[in-house]
């Protein structure tokens, strides 16, 4: 089976076994201010984790595309990808281990054709510390499923990763291991757990690649867990049963189920690679990047393997709304798309890299994801402007260099050229070298030191991130809140229908509107703006608020975030009468003034860029004059 095959068949499965497929979540979390990207598939599923009814019901099955930006620096060996798919699904309260881990066994035995004897599954040895008894349950049902298909499920049990690296596991199918490895909640092993918060052990399947030697520098021997590559874990079921309290642990009255398995490493198994590039969907990527190329690459595997990781990152962020810039979640999209770009010219790839790699991105992918079709165009384009942007870039970079480097080129100053022009380290280095510059010995610590201290900006920028956009729900930042509404559609009134929403940050002091537009605005044009909103402020419009299906709020004419998702049920608010006359339709969590009249008198404070094909408005409102 091709990874598109085991996507279909994983969502027909648990669908023939009555669990209702969703829709995907947003690369960039809307309503969880404490990342900056959807890294797992339970992620945007952690509010109904925790009791809240999901519109759905209790049985849920999706896959979703996830990034993991921290993974960049492993990119290029065999295992890992900065970008992937995770096969899910959940039970709210509802069936519980004893269903769980046999429609696993079967889809994976049974419907991928997966060989059962290179199986092996792990599960919790308890913790005596804070009175968790072992997961004995999984672990006869484990054995159980082994003896159907004649393997014996021998158990032992190491505790830890370092035990079971010194000791090994002898024949073992079924491995026990400690909370460090076999336990889940949001913050970590029990004794991190704040009181009220829900966990669970968890149970783990590995798949064995024979073919892969065991590298001593790992541990003397091998064991699921180790990170050698022979072991591949492609699904974990996380049991969550258990309640942090002040003392101890409680059991949940309705345990919850939350299963992830890696797509791409499925298809690994699938394939028996134990290259994940050597899976179709990425092969065909490594395929077309070859083509590209103006000399024979096939053996640079690094660059190729890169290129393609990152071009399917860079693709489903623009896809998702996020536009290349020097902030969050803009400047790691920026990083890869350079990074990309830069091996793309270590291969003799001269332009078109990433603009060319959509059409290969969305081939594979646009059975799955329509959504990536009908954005293709706009992504297009947002990876056209960036490449032509880091042309540019590189070319002042070579002019910077021997300013910034003086009698010797520093650590900080390859930093500089990276973080303030784009220009990657390793073509500093190699532009000195062709220019007859020093190098400090000492560079990369400094410049190592250096970023790090950036990605922790990147990844603690997301603190002023608020949900929703809001800083918090007091009357004025409500008002202003509203004010936004009346301001996109005077936007699309004034500019055309080409204006969408790119973002928005509203504090009780003022509003902050990104919007998509080629240009500066006149000072017509804002003058405009201004008037057109004051005007439907003062029509005292009445915020009606109404929940229906998203595909009749559109054919109603809403307006949405770029590159949202929704659900069944979405939550429009108009200003005016949704069935007669009104002024402003969207898709929106509010909250919102009851009445426009409310708001006062609204003023642009400024326009602005704020990264390329998007502008920028700051606003607010006043009290209005007597």
């Known amino acids: 089976m091709d990874t598109a095959d085991i996507r279909r068949s994983y969502l027909e499965f648990f669908a023939a076994r009555g669990h209702c ?109 804070w009175d968790i008894p072992r997961d004995q349950h999984s672990v006869e049902i484990w054995e159980q499923l082994f003896s159907k298909v004649a393997i014996a499920a021998e158990t032992v049990e190491p505790g830890s990763s370092a035990h079971a690296a010194e000791h090994g596991i002898g024949d073992a199918r079924i491995v026990l291991y ?44 091998c064991h699921p867990h180790c990170d050698c590559g022979r072991f591949i874990e492609i699904g974990n079921s996380v049991f969550m049963q ?14 919850n189920v939350d299963f992830g398995g890696g797509l791409e490493r499925m298809a690994m198994a699938a394939a028996d690679a134990a290259d994940v590039f050597h ?15 103006p000399r024979p690459v096939a053996h640079e595997t690094r660059a190729l393997r890169i290129i393609a990781d990152h071009a399917r990152a860079v693709v489903f962020l623009a896809l998702d709304g996020v536009e290349p810039s020097n902030n969050t979640q803009g400047y790691v999209m920026r990083r890869f798309a350079r990074r990309a770009m830069r091996q793309g010219l270590a291969l003799g790839i001269e332009s078109g890299l990433l603009a060319t790699l959509v059409a290969a991105v969305v081939e594979e992918y646009r059975a799955a994801y329509p959504e990536l079709a009908t954005g293709a165009d706009h992504v297009r384009e947002v990876l056209e402007r960036e490449e032509s942007l880091f042309r540019k870039t590189l070319a002042r970079g070579v002019r910077e260099l021997p300013r910034l480097a003086g009698a010797q080129l520093s650590g900080e100053a390859i930093f500089t050229l990276f973080d303030t022009f784009g220009f990657p380290p390793e073509l500093s280095l190699e532009e000195a070298e062709a220019t007859g510059i020093a190098v400090d010995s000492a560079w990369q610590a400094r410049y190592e030191q250096l970023m790090t201290e950036q990605r922790e900006r990147s990844r603690t920028a997301a603190a002023g991130m608020f949900k929703g956009g809001l800083a ?9 809140h509203t004010a936004t509404h009346l301001l996109y559609k005077a936007l699309r009134l004034v500019l055309g229908d080409h204006v969408v929403q790119r973002g928005s940050n509203i504090t009780a002091e003022r509003l902050r509107f990104d919007f998509s537009h080629p240009q500066k605005m006149t000072p017509e044009q804002v003058a405009e703006v201004e008037r057109i909103v004051n005007e439907n402020i003062a029509k005292d419009w009445t915020m009606q608020v109404h929940e229906m299906p998203p595909d009749e709020a559109f054919a109603q004419g809403a307006l949405g975030a770029f590159g949202d998702k929704y659900g069944p049920l979405v939550t429009v608010y108009t200003a005016g009468d949704p069935d007669g006359e009104w002024y402003s339709k969207e898709i929106c969590g509010g909250p919102h003034v009851e009445h426009t009249s409310a708001l006062g008198r609204f003023r642009i404070l400024k326009e602005e860029s704020s990264s390329a094909g998007v502008r920028r408005i700051r606003a607010v409102v006043e009290d209005a004059a007597p």
């Open 279 to 293: 899976i179709d969907l990425l092969s065909a990527l490594t395929a077309t990047i070859e083509k590209l190329a």
């Open 21 to 129: 497929l969703i829709s995907r979540a947003n690369l960039v979390p809307r309503e969880d201010p404490s990342t900056l990207f959807t890294g797992s598939g339970m992620q945007p599923l952690i509010p109904y984790l925790l009791g809240a009814p999901h519109p759905d019901g209790v049985r849920l099955v999706d896959s979703q595309p996830c990034f993991r930006a921290e993974d960049i620096d492993e990119v290029g060996d065999a295992r890992h990808t900065t970008m992937f798919e995770m096969l899910g699904n959940w039970s709210l309260g509802d069936y519980f281990k004893a269903d769980q881990l046999p429609w696993l066994f079967e889809f994976l035995t049974e419907v991928i054709g997966l060989d059962p004897a290179r199986l092996y599954v792990t599960a919790f040895s308890g913790s005596a510390a």
């Open 242 to 255: 258990y309640r942090r309290t002040e003392s101890g642990f409680e059991e949940l009255p309705h345990p």
């Open 178 to 221: 400690d909370e460090s490895q076999s336990w889940w909640s949001r913050s970590g092993p029990p004794a991190t757990m704040p009181a009220g918060e829900p966990g669970g052990p968890d149970s783990e399947i590995f798949y064995l690649f024979p073919q892969v030697e065991h590298d001593p520098a790992f541990g003397a021997h």
């Open 472 to 480: 918090d729900h007091s009357e004025a930042t409500t008002k202003l």
